[in-house]
């Protein structure tokens, strides 16, 4: 295992005194031709010496076990993140204390109530091949990110005379995601019951391919190759399988974070709407409905917009809370006629657009063609959070 930590040996007021009793005992057996005293002083140099070797040489085989650790939460949860020391020496460690600070600009979470960041927690012994754990509590406070930035190790020696300082160079893969609480808002009836299909298409409704189910005659638009002909056709009747049609359901989760300055967002805005796309993004997922998130930030994509594309299942909701997470709510905005435009190529029949924030009238023109197109739109306030417009 790789040492990432940087060893600094700061001394101490006591260091000075050691040396300077240690020098006046070996003047005074010199002077006094005290051989006692001369093997006192001798005595305490080499403890010295043994006790810099002793430290220096357990302090560089100190570990920390530095494997991803993300803690996921939503507002007023509890979590907690661990960090394991290990000693990969035989020489144990008698006193070490330890501190890390967090990157956290957004106050998203509070440490161990009534702990403040960057303090020494309690001493620990480390014992020679050995490896201790510490837990560090956290409570989510609002949306946003803490990253562990600086760990630090203080061990003091034997004697009490001087400590080492351990500072760990690596990147500290830890941190707590909070999620934006959820702004709910009531789905319309006719929303509330909807459950996943696919697209408009002939879908067989049987896994075997050429399993034949009844006769009759071949009819133009039949998908050829689903058709088992009989007998060398002695009837001339075709055997085909039946089909059924279903509809895709997908919500287009899109929203214009527009504020009074031009080219910024809303912050106060942005804040209530990644909350009601975080509750739509958990109910489309509680349901196995395909959906998508359309923002109109400024990025480098070719559509000059945020999107993150149609998907289901865990796997997308995690993404979709994550990037939620770590957007600020500051974050340069641009005009949504780029992300609307795109949304008028892809949406079609079954789909769902739910829109979020400022309604200007590019939206109105959207919204009236995709209801020729059988889109349906809804418009969700940001003020009122049990009304789905």
Known sequence: MKNDFHLEMITKKGSLAYGSISLVIGLLAVLGKNASL??????MLVLYGLNVVYMQKAARNIRLSNGPEFVRLFPGEEGELTFDFINVGKLPVWNAGWEVSFLDHDGATEIQPGKIPGILFPSFFLPGKGSVRHHIRFTAKKRGLARASVLTLHIGDLLGVFRIRLTYQGYLQKAVIVYPGTSGFKLPSRLAGQFPGVTPANISLFEEQTRPRGTREYTAGDPFSSIAWKETARTGGLRTKEFDRVVLQRWILVADLRGSRPGAADHVLAEKVFSQIAHAAMAAEKRGIEYEVRLNMRTAARDGHLHI??????????????RLARLPANSPVGLPAGMYRSIAVN????????????QGEEFSGLAALLKKRGV??????ADVKEDAG
């Open 376 to 381: 349906t739109v809804i418009q969700v306030s």
């Open 347 to 358: 949406a079609m029949r079954g789909h769902v657009l739910f829109h979020f924030g400022q």
């Open 309 to 322: 594309p149609p998907d289901h299942g865990r796997a997308q909701l995690s993404g979709v809370l994550n």
């Open 38 to 43: 001369g093997v006192l002083a001798i005595l």
